[in-house]
């Protein structure tokens, strides 16, 4: 299958401060990618919807200021966590849609983001 | 999206089949059924999809009934490497993959 890259693996970070996490398709252009939020023990959340060159779609309850989203080309998003806090650590994961009317989705590895 | 219904857990004895079941009454024509899974600490792994015809790949066979309100994953042989949680989802094309609960999947030996 498609290969989705996700870095970094893992992360730690200081409260208040920002963290990006890059979420690269491989070996094919990605018109849209998926950002899901994952706390221990439960199931993923999808936080937001992102097409390349427009502005991302977020989920009711999440804050899109406070979770910059970019997708600039078709084989990179970016997703900042901003003025990080403890609460925010989780694992977080991206996947990416090869074509418009796709049948399968293709996800990274995730990130375990731990604010301290 | 209709909404689908998994066990909590299953077991399974390494070497045997596992059977994974999922109901999804409420599916509509469009909708396909997919299964993906994740073994701890990873991101989700596509395994297989359908919509109305059974499918079968190198991982994996699924099992759509007739009246398409539930389906069945079937791994042929399991083994220790199959423990993960297991997500069945309905969707239709071009709408948002949204997981639910699964089922946690323990292989013994």
């Known amino acids: 299958g498609a290969v989705v890259s996700q870095h970094p693996s893992w992360v730690i970070c200081k409260s208040g401060t920002s963290v990006k996490i890059e979420c690269r398709s491989l070996?094919?252009?990605?018109?849209?990618m998926f950002w899901y939020r994952q706390f221990p023990k439960q199931s993923l959340m999808l936080m937001a919807t992102?097409?390349?060159?427009?502005?991302?779609?977020?989920e009711q309850g999440v804050e899109k200021d406070k979770f910059l989203i970019n997708h600039a080309s078709l084989t990179l998003s970016t997703l900042t966590v901003t003025s990080a806090h403890p609460e925010d650590s989780s694992f977080y994961i991206c996947s990416a849609k090869i074509t418009r009317t796709f049948t399968e989705a293709f996800f990274g590895q995730g990130t375990r983001l731990t604010v301290v | 999206d209709a909404k689908t219904t998994q066990p909590t857990s299953m077991d399974c004895a390494e070497g045997r089949a596992a059977n994974l079941p999922c109901n999804h009454s409420t599916i509509s024509g469009n909708e396909y059924v997919y299964w993906y899974r994740q073994i701890h600490s990873q991101g989700p792994q596509y395994i297989i999809h359908?919509?109305?015809n059974n499918e079968t790949n190198e991982m994996a066979s699924l099992i759509i009934t007739e009246d398409r309100k539930s389906s069945t994953l079937i791994l042929p042989h399991a083994t220790l490497r199959d423990t993960a949680v297991y997500y069945c989802?309905?969707?239709?094309?071009?709408?948002?993959?949204?997981f639910g609960a699964g089922t946690r999947l323990t292989v013994k030996p």
């Open positions: 359908g919509l109305k």
């Open positions: 070996d094919f252009q990605a018109t849209t």
């Open positions: 989802i309905v969707r239709a094309v071009n709408n948002d993959m949204r």
């Open positions: 992102s097409n390349e060159g427009s502005k991302a779609t977020y």
